[in-house]
């Protein structure tokens, strides 16, 4: 498709249009400060690439200007503005509203053409309206007007091949994941279809929760919740795990200088509304109002599959209705002495049993996300080679 863009740019007609003969200038009134930015009101508008020249949202009173207009900076950076904003009056923003109707994507393709202006002003010759004025853009033409069917038309097509691109590579990682985690062959194996039709008939055993785990001591950490940024920062890279259910409960970042490190283990709110369950299987830490727990029974190192269905099962003894912030459950003093029920075989967990169960129930929902994947490749790639 970039291919038959470029060819429709070089056969296009092309007119050259004085700026003042497209456009009215206007400026703010009102010098707006970093201060007045308050993430209420409109868009405030500055100098800069930043951003696209954004500098926040303000609701001081200061003149609003329309959206499907363009703003020129004092460098000579030009963007399109498809929504309502204010300009700060301090760092010579103004802007552009067009004499004719534009849509957006006529807007768009217009101020790409003006990119011109950014390589003759600067701080040493600032860009302003009286020296822009009567400078000449090019734009396509036909029959000695403005082409504007060709612009709405280009910018379309451009903006579904970026659309497309941006699939191409979504999905890309998603077949990479799938293919890293063994997850892209969804057939069932004859084992596996054997486990889900014995499912209704799995004998069953009744386990005291301290009885198959053991709870793991953390060193304290010096921080509280609102105190941690909520993605990574420079050294702030561990996730934390708090009292949420929320991304299972990990959704702070701490160093991991001092911190207890844990992988592969099961986290349990001990202070919470919810008091879900999960298996974790990447680094993380502990916070605050959660406690984690491994599996030591038999002396045996759970597979992620077998870790998974324990979790399901802690969760029908802990994840209740009843149990909430007037109603807690307890730490791991009170789970400990909770019994959850797993198949069994002479006697014991049947650990293979989970484990081909896991790995069916995973085929079958991947199932579809494989097919989905599948077909977005064929799609995307037919539309980016169109």
């Not at 612009?151 to 799938?178: G, P």
Request: with cysteine; proline share 3%; charged share 25%.
């Amino acid at each position: 498709m970039e291919a038959s863009l470029n060819e429709e740019l070089k056969a296009v007609e092309w007119g050259e249009y004085r700026l003042g003969d497209l456009f009215d200038s206007f400026n703010g009134d009102f010098d707006i400060q970093k201060e007045h930015i308050n993430n209420c009101g409109e868009y405030v508008v500055t100098s800069g690439l930043t951003d696209d020249g954004i500098l926040g949202k303000s609701d001081v009173n200061a003149k609003i200007f329309d959206n499907g207009t363009i703003t020129v900076d004092m460098f000579g950076n030009v963007f399109y503005r498809q929504f309502k904003y204010k300009i700060v009056t301090h760092a010579r923003v103004f802007s552009l509203k067009p004499k004719m109707k534009i849509t957006d994507n006529q807007g768009l393709f217009i101020s790409n053409a003006l990119f011109f202006l950014k390589f003759s002003y600067g701080y040493e010759n600032m860009c302003s309206w009286e020296k822009i004025k009567t400078k000449q853009v090019q734009l396509p033409c036909r029959n000695g007007n403005i082409d504007f069917d060709f612009m709405e038309k280009f910018i379309a097509e451009l903006e579904a091949q970026r659309i497309a691109e941006l699939e191409a590579q979504r999905i890309a990682e998603l077949e990479a994941y799938l293919s890293v985690t063994g997850l892209k062959d969804t057939c069932l194996s004859p084992e596996e279809e054997q486990a889900l039709r014995e499912y209704d008939n799995v004998n069953w055993g009744k386990f005291r929760m301290g009885e198959l785990f053991e709870r793991i001591s953390t060193k304290k950490l010096p921080f509280k919740a609102d105190d941690l940024p909520k993605q990574i920062t420079d050294k702030y890279t561990l996730p934390c795990l708090t009292s949420s259910f929320r991304n299972q409960g990990l959704n702070y970042f701490a160093p991991r200088e001092n911190a207890t490190i844990l992988k592969n283990v099961v986290s349990i709110p001990s202070n919470s509304d919810v008091y879900r369950a999960y298996y974790q299987s990447n680094e993380f830490t502990v916070l605050s109002d959660a406690y984690t727990i491994h599996w030591t029974y038999d002396n045996k190192q759970l597979l992620p599959s077998q870790y998974l269905y324990a979790v399901a099962c802690i969760n029908k003894v802990t994840d209740l209705p009843v149990y909430s912030y007037k109603n807690k459950l307890g730490g791991w003093n009170v789970v400990q002495n909770k019994n959850i029920q797993l198949p069994i075989k002479n006697d014991k967990p049947d650990y293979n049993y989970m484990k081909v169960l896991i790995s069916a129930i995973q085929k079958l929902v991947i199932k579809d996300v494989v097919l989905y994947a599948d077909r977005k490749i064929n799609a995307t790639k037919a539309v980016i080679n169109k």
